[in-house]
Nanobody, 116 residues
Framework: QVQLVESGGGLVQPGGSLRLSCAAS????????MRWYRQAPGKERELVAA????????TYADSVKGRFTISRDNAKNTVYLQMNSLKPEDTAVYYC?????????WGQGTQVTVSS
């Protein structure tokens, strides 16, 4: 059974940091591209960061470049999103995604709220 379980969300003040984790099971984690998406109220889901499993290439949305870092630990079947210098506009539900060919898996999401 495939599972992606996010954790690490919460309430943080502007300028603060959070680290999200996504623990994966039920598939060959190292063979999958791993991504973080987010969806704010009333907005479409958007890609935040991606990590290509094969070559370690990472990509980021322009809005988070220089502030967010995606990483993965294939030994622990876990992908991380380090978020620094958080802004109120980063407030959203953050989702973990695993993708390979036609296989596409999603976690349940974790809420991140940036507010003073």
């Amino acid at each position: 059974q495939v599972q992606l379980v996010e954790s690490g969300g919460g309430l943080v003040q502007p300028g603060g940091s959070l680290r999200l984790s996504c623990a994966a099971s039920g598939f060959t984690f190292s063979s999958y591209a791993m991504r973080w998406y987010r969806q704010a109220p009333g907005k479409e889901r958007e890609l935040v960061a991606a990590h290509n499993g094969a070559f370690g290439r990472t990509t980021y949305a322009d809005s988070v470049k220089g502030r967010f870092t995606i990483s993965r630990d294939n030994a622990k079947n876990t992908v991380y999103l380090q978020m620094n210098s958080l802004k109120p506009e980063d407030t959203a539900v953050y989702y973990c995604n695993a993708q390979r060919n036609l296989r596409d898996y999603w976690g349940q999401g974790t809420q991140v709220t940036v507010s003073s």
